[in-house]
Every structure is written in C-alpha cells, then in structure tokens.
C-alpha cells in the first residue's frame, strides 16, 4: 500500500466575481480531482487552528500530524532548518524577502508595498542584489552592529539570524498581506529591536532604490528589488517524528524552504527537483518522477505545489487558474495513473493548506476542501472538488488529524 499527498498552496478561495462568483477551483478544469471526490471522499479541514495566524507554516505543520499550538515558533525556522543553519540559544531567524516599493518621491513609511517577491526575481539575481546590500560598507556595519547576518537563498527568500536580540512584543507583519497598502503601518514595532530592523529596512531601501542591478529591472521592465522586508520571527524548534508517530517511511518533494525544513524536521527524506521554481512554470513532471520513485523505497510521499498562492498574491487570477489545471493535469493524474498501471493499491490525499483569497491577495484560515481516493473502494458519491463540495462532507476539525485518516490508523476516522 502506498499514500500520497498533494498540498495546492492556497488554491482554495472564495467566490470571485469575475469568474461569475464561482471559486477558482469550481472555474477551472480538474478532472483528477473530480475523479477522486465522486470515487472517494470529500470533506473540509480546519488547518489553521483558531488565534494562530493563518499561513503556509501553521497549515502545513497541521497537515504533517506537527499541532503548531505546541510547536509553533514562527516560520523562518522552519525554513532555515531546510538550508541546514543551526540555531543556537538567543538566536532569532526571520525571513528577509526582497520586495518591491512603489517609484514615487516619498518616504518610504508613504509608498505602497507593490510586490513581496520583486517581481518574482529570479534566483541569481537576487542574489546578486542582497549580497551587494551587505557588501555595502554603511549596511555592513549597521548589520553587524544589529548582530544580524544573511544567509542568501536562490529566491526572494533570503532568510536572517540575528544573534542576542531581545524581540519579546516584537510587531513583524507578513508583505503578502498587505500588497498595494502603504508600508508605514506594517514596518516592524513594538519593542526596541524592531527599532533596530526599522532602521535597517529603511537603509536597505537607500542603498538599493537606485542600485545599477535595479535600474537594469527596470530597464528591462521588470519590478526592481528595491527593499527588504523583515518577517515570520522565531526560536530553534523541536518537531515530533514523523516516522515513529505513523510508522511510515517518507519523502517530501517541495520547491519552497518551508517544506523541505519540515521535511528534515520531522525525519523525513526531502527531494529537491531541478527546475522546481514554486512559480506557474515550474518542472511538474519533475516532481512526479521525484514522487513515484519515492515510492518505489518508501510508504509515503508528499508532494507540495506553491503557485497557486504565489498567484493569488500577485494578483494573477489567470494564472491561479493555470496553476490549479497544471497541478490536476500535471500532477495527480500522471501519479494516480502510474500507479494504477502498476497495479499498486493506494490511498492519495489532496487538500489546500489555506485559502488564498483573490479579493484581497492574502491568506485566509477558514476551512479548507479536501479528497482522499482509495484505489480499493468505489464510494460513487458523484461529487466534484471545490469548497462548497468540501461543506456537504465530513468535517474534520483539526488539520492534525489527516495523516491518522490518510493511514487509517484507526484513531481517527471519517
């Protein structure tokens, strides 16, 4: 018997008017995930659990059987676990995404946060950008003094540690949630290291508005990475063993820091696919082979799709589209196809971590639909996948619970 996961980063949405206030996943083209509600079962999933802020990290730690109301840090460690940084006592990780502010004359408190990605910027080139800000004399001394050094990763997500600071009461706001609103309000507060970031988001924006590199993007029309934005602040954390808790042996193949951390935290193999971006165009096929040859060794595999969310958050309804097509056509069908050629009895599960909302660009914690598909049982239910499918189904009330029903375990059950 062997279990897959496919997680679709926030392709669950709300109604949107523009597509005749149907949900992008009712609009779009799923056939495999149709297949796998009408044969199996489907239900929604709280995984968010109430009074943590809904995001990818606290999702996806439900998803895992990780119950981030006792294990929850924040993000950035978790995903500096992925590129191997230790933690040690009194350090702090926080994302430092590159972002894009708008090109008006005005401090940077007045202009609007364009892009929490620049642009989706390349990886070589945000690299490039980040390690000539803290090869800059100013931002270099400025950093050291702050006790803060960057660890560059092949994408906007660059991550930071900052060594003895003090960050109890600290106020540090997500970028995607606030995409087009003034960046005054959301710069971090509420005790004096946040003074200290301020300061440097500040100088960063300085030193990199007119940056040769950024006047290039903009030459050749893409959004410049003229600023970095400091978020997802945490302490070293411990996860509960994946491989012990459900005797399962497992892979993970993810294009993004945060699942690939979970991965090595949690004991279980990560896969990293060449070409895997987390964008629309990314290497599909890539993935499934990673998946299924997975299996050929191991019990599980998991495979995590990020373009849905970075669509939404881009404002690219069209390509939330594509991206939801892609991950039916591109993903589950060839892996459920595969397997049953194999004739290899499975059980698949595919869920959204969290609603990405189109009407605001941001993440959402209400409950989520998701299906499983057992290839020993026809349930003929006749249903399709979407959100309102999702509400006439069982109700699972705690994303923890999923991998239990995934391996009928016993202890929970639909």
């Excluded at 495999?32 to 809904?54: F, K």
């Excluded at 294009?255 to 979970?262: F, K, S, W």
């Excluded at 595969?338 to 609603?355: E, G, P, Q, T, W």
């Excluded at 009407?359 to 006749?382: M, N, Q």
Aim: with cysteine; proline share 6%; net charge negative.
């Amino acid at each position: 018997m062997k279990y897959i996961l496919v997680i679709g980063d926030g392709m669950a949405d709300n109604p949107v008017p523009q597509l005749g206030n149907r949900t992008p996943l009712e609009a779009t083209n799923i056939p495999n995930m149709d297949y796998m509600a009408a044969h199996g079962i489907i239900g929604s999933v709280l995984n968010v659990p109430e009074g943590l802020p809904a995001g990818s990290d606290t999702a996806i730690l439900s998803i895992f059987g990780c119950d981030p109301r006792d294990c929850y840090t924040g993000r950035a460690p978790l995903e500096v676990a992925a590129e191997g940084i230790a933690l040690n006592p009194g350090d702090v990780a926080m994302r430092c995404n590159m972002v894009t502010y708008e090109d008006i004359e005005a401090p940077l408190s007045e202009k609007r946060i364009l892009s929490h990605s620049a642009g989706s910027i390349e990886g070589e080139e945000s690299i490039a950008i980040i390690t000539a800000l803290f090869d800059d004399p100013e931002f270099a001394a400025e950093a050291k003094a702050a006790g803060l050094k960057v660890y560059p990763s092949p994408s906007f997500r660059h991550f930071a540690v900052q060594t003895g600071a003090d960050v109890t009461g600290i106020r540090l706001i997500p970028p995607h949630d606030h995409l087009d609103e003034k960046a005054g309000q959301y710069l971090p507060s509420g005790c004096d290291d946040a003074e200290v970031l301020k300061k440097l988001m500040l100088l960063a924006h300085e030193k990199l508005n007119h940056h040769p590199l950024n006047e290039k993007r903009r030459a050749e029309g893409k959004m410049p990475a003229n600023g970095i934005w400091f978020w997802a602040e945490g302490t070293a954390v411990e996860l509960p063993n994946f491989v012990k808790n459900y005797n399962k042996t497992g892979a993970v193949i993810s294009a993004v820091p945060l699942c690939q951390g979970i991965a090595r935290l949690t004991g279980l193999d990560r896969i990293i696919v060449q070409g895997a971006t987390g964008e629309v165009e990314t290497n599909y096929e890539g993935k499934v082979e990673a998946a299924l040859d997975a299996l050929k060794t191991r019990d599980f595999a998991a495979v995590h799709i990020e373009a849905p969310d970075e669509c939404t958050h881009n404002g690219d309804l069209p390509g939330k589209l594509k991206a939801i097509e892609y991950l039916d056509r591109r993903v589950i069908g060839p892996i459920m196809s595969a397997l049953s050629s194999r004739k290899i009895d499975y059980r698949i599960l595919v869920l959204s971590d969290h609603k990405t909302l189109t009407s605001t660009r941001g993440h959402d914690g209400d409950p989520v639909p998701f299906a499983i598909y057992d290839s020993r049982v026809d349930t003929a239910i006749g249903a399709c996948f979407s959100e309102s499918w999702g509400e006439q189904g069982p109700y699972v009330d705690a994303g923890v619970k999923l991998m239990d029903i995934l391996f009928e375990t016993g202890k929970w059950t639909l």
